[in-house]
């Protein structure tokens, strides 16, 4: 591990207090309410909690999608509370790797296309892009979709391109929210064990949400969103 | 890759992309037809203009340009003979014509009508056959004198056809009423109605006997080419005694600037109704493609796009479907023009005195300027829905995800 990394710690999320509010006409709704949470370099963590608990609110708030109403969230060393709209997005690109339940890929994009997408923002000059994308396909089996796109493939196959997407800039942080729960149980599992294979391999953190009492085994801890403290 | 995925998107949604180019198409069309028509109209009047009536240029004194003469004669030039020698050895000056125009009463049998009567040189010019369309008889030749060509209108009203005599009365510069009798070689259409239907040509020498003198009111100048017209101009006017000004055709031909000006107005208001089209057709096809791909826009925040990179990527694919309208409307107006040059259309223009065929030309400019229009008003209409996308709250946007 290199110097600039040990100075930043081997915390890799570092959550306090943060509470979220919604304004619903006259009513707020708190999905979080004061949450702490601390999230170690190389942790396989799962946020569980039923439908409506927050969880998707909570990785928002961590990935620098959406601002908590108050607390303060630092990731790799950063606190989000200062950055403005651009410099979040800038913090997004370099920092988070993003799994989605619906998988999010661009559909006009080859599955090559979709994977060097967070390298051009990046800048990264095409060859360069390339071959890193090429590269992250084959680590999650992919190397014979390289120019199909979204609509061809299946779901599991969408996904395993989607997390060639997130791991491709090798962040130091990727968030997933349920990322099997559009998949059926046995895709779901090899989407799983992809994860924790890169997670081991790699190092990298991954923080996932989900609801399914058999995905929460697998992971190194579990934290529960929306408990009554 | 940005503009690939601008391109991607404009063929996303095949229908609506066709439906937005043929809109643009149908505007950048509509524009290079008339503006070609009006341009064509325009340049065919100016040539006519330039071969009948003004030449490229015109030099008369100032007494004469400024009408502040008190005595008629005052305005006239002297030394004709000796300008002309110097201007004729100009390369670029086809020839150099004296003019004298005056009115007079024409009188044909029991007849008698005033009309203005312009004086050519046929020495220089030839027999006019090359400037005006004879519809019966011919122009002078070199040695005719007392002869004249009516206009056709004014030798429908006369009820005079060629070789016939008539008698022609005016009064000369020193106010003597004075007669001759001349012989009509030919009648003419210049097809502007008020030209042909009141003025007869008469050649120099015969109107300077008529009003006894022996000077001209104007040089008349033709060039062998029309764009050499301001710069034999700045010549001129530099080599020109001090009482003389030389003036282009441009700023003498009244009907010609009346209508390039109405021109103008025409194609502003055109241009503003074709504008206005292509805007709502862009308008509309960006609005439902940001609406459509909310989801899809939340995605690509979160994967670190800001909001100006969103805004880009919009406009960007407006201008793609700005270009492509562009391209497909310059496509089909060639189309449009061809065909119809080829059915060859008769119409009756306002101010002309016969049908012309309709004939539109190809411009460059008109081209270039209703590409660049097409695809700047293009990228315009895209700005509103392009911000709106780039101004997105991401947590709800990636909900729209399904
Ligand atoms: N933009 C919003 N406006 C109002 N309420 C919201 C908004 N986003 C989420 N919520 C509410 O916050 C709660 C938590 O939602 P979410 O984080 O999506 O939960 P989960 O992902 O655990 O299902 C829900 O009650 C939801 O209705
Ligand atoms: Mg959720």
Redesign the interface.
């Known amino acids: 591990m290199n110097e600039e990394s040990q100075k930043r710690g081997q915390l890799v999320v570092l959550a306090s207090a943060v509470t979220k509010s919604y304004q619903m006409g006259s009513e707020f709704i708190t999905p979080l309410k004061a949450v702490d949470l601390q999230v170690q370099r190389g942790e396989f963590l799962a946020l569980s909690g039923s439908s409506g608990s927050g969880k998707?609110?909570f990785l928002?708030l961590i990935?620098g999608?959406?601002i908590p109403s108050s607390g303060e969230i630092k990731v790799d060393g950063v606190p989000l509370q200062r950055l403005k709209?651009?410099q979040l997005?800038?913090?997004?690109?370099?920092k988070?790797g993003?799994i989605?339940q619906?998988f999010?890929l661009?559909?006009?994009?080859s599955a090559l296309?979709n994977v060097?997408?967070?390298l051009?923002?990046l800048r990264m000059k095409?060859s360069e892009r390339r071959a890193l994308a090429m590269e992250a396909l084959a680590r999650v089996g992919l190397e014979k979709f390289v120019k199909h796109r979204p609509p061809q493939m299946s779901g599991g196959q969408r996904q395993r391109v989607a997390i060639a997407?997130a791991m491709v800039k090798n962040p130091p942080l990727v968030l997933a929210d349920e990322p099997t729960a559009n998949l059926d149980a046995r895709t779901a599992c090899e989407i799983l064990d992809l994860m924790a294979k890169l997670n081991r391999e790699l190092g990298t953190t991954f923080v996932f949400s989900t609801h399914d009492a058999r995905i929460l085994e697998r992971a190194s801890r579990i934290f529960k969103v929306g408990e009554v403290a | 890759?940005?503009l690939?995925?601008a391109i991607?998107?404009v063929f996303?949604n095949k229908r609506r992309t066709a439906l937005s180019i043929a809109m643009i198409a149908g505007g950048v069309s509509a524009m290079l037809v008339f503006n070609g028509f009006a341009l064509s109209v325009l340049i065919n009047l100016g040539t006519k203009t330039i071969q009948t009536q003004t030449g490229h240029l015109q030099i008369a004194t100032n007494v004469y340009w400024d009408k502040s003469a008190d005595r008629p004669k005052d305005t006239l030039i002297a030394g004709a003979k000796q300008l002309q020698k110097e201007l004729h050895k100009h390369p670029k000056i086809a020839f150099a014509s004296g003019r004298l125009s005056f009115f007079g009463l024409l009188t044909a049998g029991d007849r008698t009508l005033s009309a203005r009567g312009v004086s050519f040189e046929p020495q220089v010019e030839g027999d006019l056959g090359a400037s005006f369309k004879f519809i019966e008889g011919r122009g002078f030749t070199k040695d005719e004198l007392y002869h004249v060509a009516l206009g056709s209108g004014l030798a429908t009203r006369l009820h005079a056809k060629s070789g016939d005599s008539l008698t022609l009365l005016s009064h000369t510069y020193d106010g003597v009423v004075n007669a001759i009798d001349v012989t009509v070689t030919g009648i003419f259409q210049v097809g502007i109605a008020e030209f042909d239907d009141n003025n007869f040509l008469i050649p120099l020498s015969a109107a300077q006997t008529l009003l006894d003198t022996d000077n001209i009111e104007q040089m008349i100048i033709r060039l062998h080419n029309t764009s050499d017209t301001e710069e034999v101009r700045g010549e001129i006017q530099a080599r020109l005694r001090g009482g003389a000004t030389v003036k282009p055709w441009t700023e003498v031909a009244v009907l010609y600037q009346q209508i390039t000006k109405f021109n103008e107005v025409q194609n502003r208001i055109m241009a503003f109704i074709i504008l206005s089209l292509i805007l709502l057709g862009i308008l509309n096809t960006i609005g439902m493609s940001v609406f459509e791909r909310t989801?899809?826009i939340g995605?690509?925040?979160?994967?670190?796009?800001?909001?100006?990179?969103i805004l880009w990527q919009f406009l960007l694919e407006g201008g793609v479907l700005g270009l492509l309208g562009a391209i497909s409307g310059m496509v089909l107006g060639t189309i449009l023009i061809v065909v119809i040059n080829w059915l060859e259309i008769k119409v009756m223009m306002p101010g002309a005195s016969t049908d012309i065929i309709i004939k539109i030309g190809f411009f460059f400019r008109a081209f270039l300027d209703a590409g660049f229009l097409a695809v700047a008003s293009a990228i315009v209409a895209s700005f509103i829905p392009s911000w709106r996308a780039s101004q997105m709250n991401?947590?709800e946007a990636?909900?729209r995800?399904?």
């Open positions: 998707t609110t928002n990935g999608i959406d709209s651009d997005a800038r913090f997004r690109a370099e988070i993003f989605f619906t999010n661009i559909p006009t994009l296309e060097e997408y967070p051009v923002l095409p997407r | 890759m940005r690939k995925i991607r998107n996303r989801g899809e995605t690509v925040a979160a994967l670190g796009e800001n909001s100006r990179t991401i947590a990636l909900r995800n399904i």
